[in-house]
């Protein structure tokens, strides 16, 4: 089955994967998820990330990351921000800042997908996909 909103889609199964404690997940790939899993990567919250299957079945096969003993989830919570029945714009000056800094918010730019730390230091606004802490 399509998913219409695929970000809702691959953060409901990173949030759900990371709660079960599972090694790795499969999202389906896109442009878009894959930009969303290189900044997730670049953070630290997520191992890696890489393609698998071919054509229509292609998705990417996320690692999570945990820590301690008990293995606690790096990622504390997702949430969608911008939906595809409402979107959400930022300019550069009102950028959110998530949980006073601890997480990050992820944008969707003219220079790409990064967190709001990037896009305030390139001075770019854009729309808010996510904010993962």
């Not at 759900?16 to 630290?44: D, F, P």
Request: hydrophobic fraction near 40%; charged fraction near 30%.
């Amino acid at each position: 089955m399509a998913a219409n909103d695929t970000i809702a889609d691959m953060l409901t199964r990173i949030r759900n994967a990371s709660l079960a404690r599972h090694q790795k997940t499969e999202v389906l790939s896109t442009n878009m998820t894959r930009s969303i899993a290189k900044v997730l990567q670049e953070e630290g919250f997520i191992a890696e990330f890489e393609e698998v299957g071919e054509g229509v079945d292609k998705k990417l096969a996320i690692a999570l990351k945990y820590k301690g003993k008990n293995r606690q989830p790096i990622i504390k919570a997702l949430k969608r921000v911008s939906k595809p029945g409402l979107r959400v714009y930022s300019n550069r000056k009102e950028l959110p800042r998530v949980l006073g800094g601890i997480g990050i918010a992820i944008i969707s730019t003219s220079s790409g997908i990064m967190t709001d730390r990037d896009a305030r230091r390139q001075g770019v606004g854009g729309e808010v996909l996510c904010y993962v802490w």
